[in-house]
C-alpha cells in the first residue's frame, strides 16, 4: 500500500507563484508515474501534469508554460511549481502516485489553491 501526502496549498496573487509537494510512503516502486491533477468547484478533476520514473513530464495545456513538475526518487517526493497563477488556476489539487508494473494507485486528500485579489 501507498500513501500520498500533499502538501503548499494557500491563497495568492494574480500573477504570484506557489509550490505544491507531494510524499509517497509506503510499498514504493521504482517504476511509477506521479501526477497533480486539479479539481474546480463544479467542474471535472483535469489533469495538470506527469512525471514518470525516467523524469519525462507532460503537461495539460492550461498550464504549459507557467507550472513546472520535478520530482526526488530517493525521497520519494513530487513538486509542482506553479508560476503566472491566474484566477482560473484555483481549485483543489491532488498528487497521484502509479505504479507501472503492480497497479497500485493512491490518491492524496488534496490541498486548496486559491488565486485571488
Known amino acids: 500500500q501507498v500513501q500520498v501526502v500533499e502538501s503548499g496549498g494557500g491563497l495568492v496573487q494574480p500573477g504570484g507563484s506557489l509550490r505544491l509537494s507531494c510524499v509517497a510512503s509506503?510499498?514504493?516502486?521504482?517504476?511509477?508515474?506521479m501526477r497533480w491533477y486539479r479539481q474546480a468547484a463544479e467542474s471535472q478533476r483535469e489533469l495538470v501534469a506527469t512525471?514518470?520514473?525516467?523524469?519525462?513530464?507532460d503537461y495539460g495545456d492550461a498550464v504549459k508554460g507557467r507550472f513546472t513538475i520535478s520530482r526526488n526518487n530517493s525521497e520519494s517526493t513530487v513538486s509542482l511549481r506553479m508560476n503566472s497563477l491566474k484566477p482560473e488556476d484555483t481549485a483543489v489539487y491532488y498528487c497521484?502516485?502509479?505504479?507501472?508494473?503492480?497497479?497500485?494507485?493512491?490518491w492524496g486528500q488534496g490541498t486548496q489553491v486559491t488565486v485571488s485579489s
Open positions: 497521484n502516485y502509479q505504479g507501472v508494473l503492480d497497479g497500485v494507485d493512491s
Open positions: 512525471i514518470n520514473f525516467n523524469g519525462n513530464t
Open positions: 509506503g510499498r514504493i516502486s521504482r517504476f511509477n508515474v
